[in-house]
């Protein structure tokens, strides 16, 4: 049997041609586009790396110019410290020159009113001084009518308000056992002294010659009288009680002074009956002057002899006595006061009464007159 041949097919070929074809297209369509991808892909690595260059260079640039503005901030931030200590120095030299001002103003107001007060002083010194040599004309002129001086030193005779002027002056002179001293101490040492000694005291005789200097002033025709008085009130010329002395030859001062100098200061104080014993005048005196050291140590009768009196049992002595003086007429009443260490309230009772009655008041030193 004979061998049957195949049959050839031409449609089988020309699909292979055709697909090895198409095969042979995407090859080379793909090789083409893989060439432009390629060169498109180097293209935009270029740009991208220009690109990248730039924003580095750009980062780069950045970054320095943060750095000069941190240094800026930091060297603005230096500045505004330093500022603010010019700032705080500033405030604090101001607050300062304020404090200066105000002193200034202050002591600008002050001296104005010292040099208005010494401006007033000096005024008063000019009324005063007219005053004295209105007064030392008067004096020169009734210096004819005195029958006593008092010899000491004219230095220690100071300027003071006193005036020993009026027709009735009364001279009341506290010869207590406190008189002796100063202190204490010394009254307690005098007062174991015999007689002759306690006379010479010096607080006594300061107290004498005291009223040795007032009665010098009494002129021709005044009428006078002198008191001492402890606890009781007598007058230093004895059988005068209740009377008037009139100067006239100076003999019956100088029989009451040198009386007095030799009186003997003892016992206790009793105001309110040296202050009775000037309704007993008539007429009531126009001029009184008291010198005293103290507060009363009794009133009219004298304390149990163990009983201690106490301050502000003297001061309810002194407010009695006060009311005895000022329910009888009104009178200046001067006062002489030395002091007596422990009674520090006497000062200012004694001016008391002496601004309430019009008269005046002074605390002498160890010197005067």
């Known amino acids: ?31 083409i586009i893989n060439s432009q991808v390629k060169v498109r892909s180097l293209q935009a690595s270029e740009t991208l790396q220009n690109e990248t260059e730039f924003l580095e260079e750009e980062i780069f640039n950045e970054q320095k110019r943060m750095v ?27 607050e300062k020159l304020i404090e200066e001002v ?11 009113d010292s040099i208005n007060q010494l401006q007033s002083e000096v005024e008063q010194l000019d009324k005063a001084n007219i005053k004295m040599k209105a007064d030392s004309e008067l004096e020169k002129k009734q ?12 230095s220690r005779q100071y300027i003071n308000q006193l005036k020993l002027d009026g027709n009735h002056v009364l001279i009341l002179v506290d010869s ?23 006379v010479k005291a010096p607080k006594w005789r300061q107290t004498v010659n005291s009223v040795d200097w007032l009665t010098t002033r009494l002129t021709e025709g005044t009428k006078f009288q002198i008191y001492a008085f402890n606890e009781t009130v007598q ?28 009186s003997i200061p003892q016992k206790g104080t009793s105001l309110i009956n040296a202050f009775e014993s000037i309704q007993q005048l ?20 004298k304390p149990s002899p163990n009983s ?12 009695n006595a006060m009311r005895a003086f000022f329910a009888g007429p009104s009178i200046p009443i001067n006062v002489l006061l030395f002091p007596m260490d422990g009674d520090p309230d006497a000062a200012a009772a004694y001016w008391a009464l002496s601004s309430r009655s019009k008269g005046s008041f002074m605390a002498p030193s160890g010197d005067w007159p």
């Open 176 to 198: 207590s056992s406190s008189m002796l001293g100063r202190a204490y101490i010394d009254v307690i040492r005098y007062r174991n002294y015999p007689d002759e000694m306690k």
């Open 102 to 112: 105000s002193e200034y103003k202050n002591n600008t107001l002050a001296a104005t």
């Open 1 to 31: 049997m004979a061998r049957r041949r195949r049959q050839f097919n031409v449609f089988n070929l020309s699909f292979l041609d055709v697909i090895a074809c198409g095969f042979g297209a995407v090859i080379l369509f793909f090789m």
């Open 68 to 94: 000069r503005i941190k240094n800026e901030i930091d060297k603005t931030e230096q500045e505004d410290v330093v500022i603010k200590g010019n700032v705080q120095l500033l405030l604090e030299t101001i």
């Open 235 to 262: 007058s230093v010329i004895e059988e005068t009680n209740d009377t008037w002395l009139e100067v006239t030859d100076g003999s019956t001062i100088r029989t009451a002074v040198n009386n007095l100098r030799s």
């Open 282 to 301: 008539d007429p009531p005196p126009d001029n009184i002057f008291l010198l005293t050291d103290g507060l009363p140590t009794q009133e009219k009768r």
């Open 308 to 319: 201690f009196v106490k301050p502000e049992q003297r001061l309810k002595y002194f407010d």
């Open 143 to 154: 210096q004819g009518d005195r029958y006593r001086d008092f010899e000491g030193k004219a």
